[in-house]
Structures are given as C-alpha cells and as structure tokens.
C-alpha cells in the first residue's frame, strides 16, 4: 500500500500502518489545499484524513488510484458518500470509540451553561466579584427537569445515561422507527419518543447528536426557537450546520432561550461575531474526542479497517459497504 496522511498519528498506530504500507504524513495543523492533496495522493491508493479534508468527485476524478478512505472521525460530512461509491472507492469511519468522551463533553457544556459556570470565572477573573450575594450568577438546577435529545444513536444514549445520574426526564426524537429499539430505551432511560415540535416545547434543556445530512441541516432553527421555554438551554456537540447559527445568535441575544454549550459551528474554525459578544454561551474548539485514550482509539480503528479492507475483508467501520465489491475488483487490477 501507499498511504497519505493528512494528520499526526498515535504513535502505535503510525507504528502499525508503516508495517504494512509505504506512508506519506503530512505532520502540520494547517490544512491542505485540494491542489496540495491531489498532489500528494498521486501513486497512492488510500487516504487517512480528518474531518476538515473535502472529498468529492472532482478530487476523486483527479486521484485515479485512490481506493480507500479512512476518515478519523464519527461523522463523513466531509465526504460525498456517493461519488466514492460510484467509483469503487471505500469509505471507513470511527464509531463507537469517541462516544463516552463527547458525552463527557456535551454534558460538561449543559452544566456549564445551566450554572452559568464560563460568565462566572471571567467575573472572577476581571475583578468584579464584591461578595456574595442572594441573586448572583443564578442559574438552573437540572434534577426533575426534562432534557430532550435530538438523535439518540450511541452518543445520545451514552448523554442519556449521565442524564439519569442528575434526576433528568428524558424524551428524544429520532428519524428511525424501531419499535423494538424504542422499546429499549424506555426500559434503560424512561426515555419517550416524540416529535420535534414537542421536544422543543416541552424540554428544559435539549443536546444534539445527530449527525450532519441535508435532512438536518438547519434543523433547529427560528421556527424551533420560537417553540422552546425561555429558560431552555442548548448544547451541540454534533455538527455546527444542524443549527442555523444566525437563528441562533438571534434567540440567544434577545433571551428567547436562556443559554447554550456550544462545541461546533456552522462555519468552523468561523465562529460567528455575535455569540463571540454574548455572555450566555459557553464554547470550545470541536473537542468532543479530545481525550488522549479517544484519540488513540480513533487512529486505531482507523488503521485496523484500512488493514482489513486491503488484506480483502470487508471492515466492520465500512460506511458504504455496498462499495465493496467494485472496492475488490479495483483492487485485483
């Protein structure tokens, strides 16, 4: 194999991949330009990229030996499915390993706003705190409260289950019907379906984990803000996109929702000039899987599916596993 890497490895997975592949590392937090990865994939025939590196037909059509993709991280936003499929060219992803440590994160956010955590350390830090008193820094408790989930796949339900720990009620919607899936999450979590109209107008706090397709693009917006309590808090830590940020930046400056945690953005690293001047959202930079254990978990499945497709099994992590077939036969010539 010959392998591009668009990104610093774990050293036990570089380890492994050098094994077994001739390897090009591209060792910089800079991204590449297209040009730049066109380039470099010349001759090779997998990618191991990032979510910020684009994937569509015109790089595809342009980097003719490329077989395989292995994208690090959950969400394949980046990567047009389809026009890798229709040219034979299998796309692997991470699930699973980074589900506990973004929902560390996602709920580190939902306190953090619900306290007022964030507003409160840069009032200590730029000298105001005169002593305390009865009304400062409010914020709201969660147990009792009902906290709805916008997609409850492995990372809504690992939120769903530090949600039990602090008394919370939980609904979710989700665009899948399965009743026996639903089934089981009312046994694990007391956890009810229902619409999205009804989660907004009923949940104290909501989280997204839902991923980023053109079904979910912008959807919560000025019509979903409209519905929610002004109390409520929002936490994102799915894709900036499933929220219209505008909208957003909207509700949050004239207090039609009380606050939001926020670890993506629609534009990112852009982050929008009007939450940068508000108060009451708390942010940081795309961290969801940033522990040193999740990382490493991530290079390495990476890495293990890339290995399993080229040693001719089709990977567990295949996100177009009906591309396999025409996968192998590129792969026979």
């Known amino acids: ?62 980097c003719p030996d490329l077989k395989l993709v292995a994208n690090v991280a959950v969400g394949y936003d980046n990567i047009k499915v389809a026009d890798a499929t229709s040219r034979g060219v299998l796309i692997t992803n991470t699930p699973g390993v980074l589900d506990n440590a973004t929902a560390d994160l996602a709920f580190g956010l939902l306190l953090s706003a619900a306290r007022r955590i964030g507003e409160s350390d840069r009032f200590v830090r730029a000298g105001k705190w005169q002593g305390w008193s009865r009304d400062l820094m409010l914020g709201q408790e969660l147990n ?24 919370l009620k939980i609904i979710y919607t989700k665009k899948s019907s399965d009743q026996s899936k639903e089934s089981e999450l009312k046994e694990s979590f007391d956890a009810d379906k229902v619409d999205l109209d009804s989660l907004c107008e009923r949940s104290d706090f909501i989280s997204i984990h839902c991923p980023l397709t053109p079904a979910t693009r912008h959807l919560v917006g000025s019509a979903q803000f409209a519905k929610m309590k002004s109390d409520c808090v929002l ?46 959202v708390v942010m940081t930079p795309h961290i969801g899987s940033a522990s040193q254990e999740t990382r490493d978990a991530m290079d390495e499945l990476a890495i293990s599916g890339l290995i399993s497709a080229f040693e001719n099994k089709c990977p567990k992590n295949a996100v177009n596993p009906e591309a396999w077939d025409a996968f192998v036969k590129r792969l026979k010539k």
């Open 1 to 62: 194999m010959n392998v591009l890497v668009t990104g610093i490895l774990s050293e036990k997975a570089a380890q492994r991949l050098n094994q077994i592949a001739t390897v090009d590392t591209y060792e910089s937090d800079d991204a590449l330009s297209e040009e730049q990865v066109v380039a470099r994939l010349d001759g090779k025939n997998a990618l191991v990229c990032l979510l910020g590196d684009k994937i569509d037909a015109r790089l595809l059509d342009k």
């Open 144 to 167: 009792g409260k009902t906290l709805g989930i916008i997609g409850m796949g492995r990372i809504g339900k690992a939120f769903a289950k530090r949600a039990q720990a602090f008394g």
């Open 235 to 280: 936490v994102n830590t799915s894709r900036g996109a499933v929220i219209d940020e505008a909208a957003l930046v909207e509700a949050l400056s004239t207090n039609r929702i009380a606050a939001a945690g926020l670890d993506v953005f629609e534009r990112e690293p852009e982050v929008s000039p009007g939450l940068l001047k508000l108060e009451n």
